[in-house]
C-alpha cells in the first residue's frame, strides 16, 4: 500500500520487455510496482534479432551477463537479393559510433524469462498467468481488474498505469485509438529449424534477410544450432494458402533458392505460425494517468529488427514521464511532448526505410553502399539502433534519401511497377477487411 492509500504507485499490464523494463526502473527510484503478466514465462515470443544500442539498456538494467549467456553473437547483417546474385553484409562495428559493435539473437523465451526476473529481483510485485480484464480511473486513481489462472478476480488500485500489453493493445482497444497503418500492411508465417546451413566465424550470428518476389526472409540464429525463419509477405500472397501452414511455409521457402539452399537438410521443430496484418499506431501515447509502451503503442514491421529495441528505449526514456507525472510535476506536458517527439522520430526514421525496403531502388542501394559523407555509416548506425540519441545520423539520413530519389529515377518503370504491386496488395488486404 502507498502513502495515497492505492495499492501500488504504477501498475503495468503485461510482462514483456517494454513493461519488465520500465517497472524495474521505476522500482529502481523507490516506486511501489506491479506487473501483471498473462502468460507464464518462460513462453514462446516472436521477435528474436536484437540490436547494438539495446546494450545499454541491458547494462543499466545489470543483466548484460545474463543475456550474452543466452545469445548469439550477431555482429551484423546479411542482405542477399536473387535478383543480384550478390549478398552485402553491414557490419555494426562500422557505424558512425564504432562503441556497440554487436547485439544478440535471442529465444524470446529466455530474454523475456531473465528480465522480468530481474524485475522481480528489485523489488517490482511481478504476477505470471494473471490478465488485466478491466481499468478505470475515477478520483485520480486506477481500480484495475484482474482475472488469475484460477479463474479467481480481484482488484487492484494504482495512481499509474502503463499499458505494456504488447499486440494485444488492452488500452488502444479498450479507447478505439488503434489505427492499422493504411500503407502498410503485411503478414508473417514463421517457425524454428535444425539443421541449417549457417555462415562461418564471425559472421555465424548474423541475420540473413533474403528478398523474394512476394517479400523479404528472416533467418536468424541462435545459440544453440538452431535458426529461426520467417517470411514476411504481402496478404495477397498469403490469401493463396490451400494447405496447412507447415506446409505453406516450406514451399514458400521453396520459391527464395538462396535461402532453399541453406535449408535443404534443415527439419522444422516446431508447428510453424502466422500474423497477420501488424503495422499499426495509436491515436494518442498518454492520456489522464496512463501511458501507452512498446508494441502497446505502435508497430512498424519486423525488417530492421527494431521492435524489441524499441520496446527496450521507449521504456528507459518513459520512466522519466511516469516519475514526472507521479510527482505532479507542472512542467509535466513538456516532458511529455519530449519524450513523444523523441518516439515518433525513431518511428519515423525506421518507417522511412522499411516502407521501401522492397523497392528496387533501395535494393540496389543496400546491395552497392557508398560512403560518400559517411551516409553508410549512418544506415549502419540506423540499423544498429542508434536513434535514440544525438549521434550526427540524421542529416546522413536525409542525404542519403536524396540519393535514393536520384536511383528511384533512374530506374522508374522498375521502381513504378514495385510501388503498383505494393498498392494493389495493400488495397486487396483491406478490401477484404
Ligand atoms: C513477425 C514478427 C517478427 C518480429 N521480429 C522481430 C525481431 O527480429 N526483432 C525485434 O526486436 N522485434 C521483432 N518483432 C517485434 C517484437 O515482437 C515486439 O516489438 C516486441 O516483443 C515488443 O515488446 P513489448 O514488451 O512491447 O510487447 P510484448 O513482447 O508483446 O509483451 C507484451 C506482454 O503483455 C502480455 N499481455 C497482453 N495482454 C495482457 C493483459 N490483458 N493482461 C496481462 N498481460 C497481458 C503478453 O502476454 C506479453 O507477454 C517482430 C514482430 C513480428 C510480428
Redesign the pocket.
Known amino acids: 500500500m502507498t502513502e495515497t492509500g492505492c495499492d501500488y504507485d504504477v501498475l503495468v499490464?503485461?510482462?514483456?520487455?517494454?513493461?519488465a523494463t520500465m517497472s524495474t526502473f521505476l522500482a529502481d527510484r523507490g516506486r511501489g510496482v506491479a506487473v501483471?503478466?498473462?502468460?507464464v514465462h518462460p513462453r514462446f515470443?516472436?521477435?528474436?534479432?536484437?540490436l547494438p544500442l539495446s546494450m545499454p539498456v541491458f547494462e543499466r538494467l545489470g543483466v548484460v551477463d545474463k543475456v550474452a549467456d543466452i545469445g548469439m553473437i550477431k555482429y551484423g547483417a546479411e542482405f542477399v537479393s536473387p535478383w543480384h546474385r550478390k549478398t552485402q553484409t553491414y557490419y555494426f562495428g562500422g557505424a558512425l559510433d564504432k562503441a556497440y559493435p554487436y547485439a544478440y539473437q535471442v529465444k524470446r523465451e529466455d530474454l523475456d524469462r531473465i528480465l522480468i526476473d530481474n524485475a522481480a529481483d528489485k523489488g517490482v510485485a511481478v504476477s505470471q498467468g494473471?490478465?488485466?480484464v478491466d481499468a478505470h480511473r475515477h478520483g485520480g486513481r486506477w481500480d484495475v481488474a484482474v482475472e488469475d489462472r484460477d479463474g479467481g478476480r480481484r482488484s487492484l488500485t494504482a495512481r499509474y498505469l502503463v499499458d505494456?500489453?504488447?499486440?494485444?493493445t488492452?488500452m488502444g482497444k479498450k479507447l478505439g485509438i488503434k489505427q492499422r497503418n493504411p500503407n502498410h500492411n503485411s503478414a508473417?508465417i514463421?517457425s524454428h529449424f535444425e539443421n541449417a546451413e549457417r555462415l562461418g566465424g564471425i559472421d555465424e550470428g548474423n541475420i540473413s534477410v533474403f528478398w523474394f518476389d512476394h517479400g523479404w526472409f528472416?533467418f536468424?540464429p541462435f545459440r544453440d544450432g538452431s535458426v529461426s525463419v520467417?517470411a514476411?509477405c504481402w496478404p495477397d500472397y498469403l490469401k493463396t494458402r490451400n494447405t496447412d501452414v507447415d506446409s505453406f511455409l516450406l514451399e514458400t521457402i521453396q520459391k527464395c533458392p538462396p535461402l532453399a539452399e541453406r535449408l535443404r537438410d534443415a527439419r522444422m521443430t516446431m508447428p510453424a505460425r502466422a500474423?497477420g496484418n501488424?503495422s499499426y499506431q495509436a491515436d494518442r501515447i498518454f492520456g489522464d494517468g496512463y501511458m501507452l509502451?512498446?508494441?502497446?503503442y505502435a508497430?512498424v514491421d519486423?525488417v530492421f529488427?527494431?521492435?524489441?529495441?524499441?520496446?527496450l528505449n521507449s521504456a528507459t526514456h518513459a520512466t522519466e514521464v511516469v516519475e514526472a507525472a507521479l510527482r505532479e510535476d507542472p512542467e509535466l506536458a513538456d516532458i511529455q511532448a519530449r519524450y513523444e517527439e523523441r518516439i515518433h522520430q525513431a518511428l519515423e526514421d525506421f518507417s522511412w526505410f522499411i516502407y521501401r525496403i522492397t523497392q528496387p531502388a533501395m535494393r540496389r542501394m543496400f546491395l552497392k553502399p557508398r560512403n560518400v559523407l559517411r551516409v553508410k555509416e549512418a544506415i549502419l548506425s540506423l540499423l544498429a539502433g542508434d536513434l535514440f540519441r544525438d549521434t550526427p545520423v540524421r542529416w546522413r539520413l536525409q542525404l542519403f534519401k536524396a540519393f535514393y530519389a536520384w536511383t528511384y529515377l533512374i530506374h522508374l518503370p522498375s521502381n513504378i511497377a514495385a510501388k503498383r504491386r505494393r498498392q494493389r496488395a495493400v488495397a486487396l488486404a483491406a478490401e477484404a477487411g
Open positions: 499490464i503485461g510482462g514483456g520487455p517494454a513493461g501483471i503478466e498473462k502468460d515470443h516472436i521477435g528474436e534479432s536484437l494473471s490478465r488485466v505494456a500489453s504488447g499486440r494485444d488492452f508473417a514463421f528472416w536468424i520467417g514476411v500474423t501488424f509502451l512498446g508494441d502497446a508497430f519486423p529488427s527494431s521492435g524489441v529495441h524499441i520496446a
